[in-house]
C-alpha cells in the first residue's frame, strides 16, 4: 500500500457525506460554529461563491458578500467541524471558474442572471 492510499484512507474518516454540491455564482448561506464563553452557537455567512479550491478533505470555498457598502470575502474549508451547515439558496449563470472580477464591481453590474434548473 503507498502512502497516497494510507492518506486518503485516514481522510475518508473525516470527509462530510452530507454535503450539498455548491458551485461558482450560487449564494449560500454557511453556518459557521461560534464559540463563545462556554456555549457553541451557530452564526449565518451569506454570499456568493466566486471560488472553489482543492478537493477531497481541502475542499474551500470563497465566499463575498457586501456589508455597509464594504466587500468582505470568507474562505471556509467545507469538510472543517467548525462548519454546521451549507444552503444554497439561490444558482446563478457563470462563465468562469473564478469569479474575482466582482471584486471591482459595485451596485447592478455586482449582480449575476439567476439560474433556473
Known sequence: ?????????????????????????????????????????????????????????????????????VGVERVFLLHSPRIANVQILRRSVVRRAKLYYLRQRVGKSARLKQRFN
Not at 30 to 47: A, D, F, L, S, T
Open 1 to 69: 500500500m503507498n502512502a497516497q492510499a494510507i492518506i486518503r484512507s485516514l481522510e475518508s474518516e473525516y470527509l462530510k457525506s452530507d454535503l450539498t454540491q455548491v458551485e461558482i455564482g450560487d449564494t449560500v448561506k454557511v453556518g459557521v460554529v461560534i464559540q463563545e464563553g462556554g456555549k457553541e452557537r451557530v452564526q449565518p455567512y451569506e454570499g456568493v461563491v466566486i471560488a472553489r479550491r482543492g478537493a477531497g478533505i481541502n475542499l474551500s470555498i470563497t465566499v463575498r458578500k457586501t456589508f455597509q457598502g
